[in-house]
């Protein structure tokens, strides 16, 4: 799995320790990459700021994206990503606190692949990671990135 990056894009340190938590529950703890705001995202995958020598053919197999974010909210996050070729197919599982309908249509409008709201109960939020695990890590066929369409 540690060819398998996921990069959790969480602002909330209760949040990112309860999705942390859920994620090494599942042995995935140690190819997870955090980030804590939409910035600092958004700089890690196009290797800029912090990351300009972070070798970005690396890329995620998935990105766990809050929308609630300081500096760039997952919303823009999510439209940067999709207008660029480098990151446009990437997959992208919403996964917020927000139940907002408006919410919901703006994240699949933009390119989400998902949207799961965040259950409050570990248990269920474990088996949430898990279906996301079975799925986007293992099941699914990631396309080659970097390559111009």
Known sequence: MKDKI???VEDN???EALTLRALDKNNLSTAVMVAHDGAEALDYLFGTG???DRDTSMTPRVILLDLKLPKVDGLEVLRR??????TRHLPVVILTSS???QDIIDSY????NSYIRKPVDFAQFNEAVRQLKQYWLLLNKAQSMGKEE
């Open 109 to 112: 409008s933009l390119g989400a």
């Open 13 to 15: 340190p209760d949040d």
């Open 81 to 86: 990503l999709r207008t660029d070729v480098r």
């Open 6 to 8: 996921i990069l959790l």
């Open 99 to 101: 139940d907002e309908e």
């Open 50 to 52: 912090a990351y300009a």
